[in-house]
């Protein structure tokens, strides 16, 4: 597609309750992010994806937080067992490689609400 | 952890003038890069700047850099009214992006 998309735009998810939040990045992009921003703050690094192959999950907050991309497009972020601190914007990003000096392209986010 | 601060964190203008916005920085990067974030949307990709340019410009905006202090400055000229939005710079080492908390402006009509 021309551009990440994510799904879904908002979810509401009850306290102790799995998510799924999906993400559709650009078509041939090799690199792909997830982000967690809290309200007013700016985007925190979650995880990297580098085809299938997840580099990097250091920004994982706990283990309750797991992120696959089985095929090398589309990725999901699972969380489970939901707690409040988890509500925040959870944004998809992707890029033709990494390592080389471009911009990143940005989904439009999922926002979710726990409660 | 947020790598970079922006400052001021929050800016108000008139249309037509200018919004200068500064990102600083605590470590190495490969180039720092800078975000507009409209109110309940996604991460749009402004400007680059690598780590050996010192200046650059994109329509509009005019970035610097001076890694010597770690710091970078966005300068938007004759703002619109579209410009209101938040903006974020963020360095890029090693495919990590960090963001700073952001500068929010509003330009007035």
């Known amino acids: 597609g021309a551009g990440v998309s994510q799904s879904p735009r908002y979810k509401v998810a009850k306290r102790g309750q799995d998510v799924a939040l999906r993400c559709d990045p650009i078509s041939g992009h090799v690199s792909l992010f997830w982000y967690q921003q809290a309200l007013g703050q700016g985007p925190e690094f979650l995880t990297y994806?580098?085809?299938?192959?997840?580099?990097?999950k250091s920004g994982l907050p706990s283990d309750r937080f797991f992120a696959e991309r089985p095929e090398g497009s589309v990725s999901t972020l699972k969380i489970q067992r939901t707690q409040q601190e988890d509500s925040a914007v959870y944004l998809c990003a992707s890029s033709l490689e990494s390592g080389i000096d471009s911009g990143y392209t940005f989904g439009s986010g999922t926002r979710l609400t726990v409660v | 952890s947020q790598q970079g601060e922006e400052d001021p964190q929050a800016l108000s203008i008139q249309e037509g003038e200018n919004a200068t916005m500064n990102c600083s920085y605590k470590t190495s990067i490969n180039n720092l890069q800078w975000y507009r974030q409209n109110s309940g949307r996604g991460l749009v990709h402004l400007i680059l700047i690598r780590s050996n340019e010192r200046e650059k410009h994109s329509g509009r905006l005019r970035v610097t850099l001076d890694t010597s202090k770690k710091s970078s400055s966005l300068l938007i000229t004759a703002s619109r009214a579209a410009d209101t939005a938040s903006y974020f710079c963020?360095?890029?080492?090693?495919?990590?992006?960090?963001f700073g908390a952001g500068t929010t402006v509003t330009v007035r009509a």
């Open positions: 994806f580098q085809n299938e192959a997840q580099l990097d």
């Open positions: 963020a360095t890029d080492y090693d495919y990590k992006l960090s």
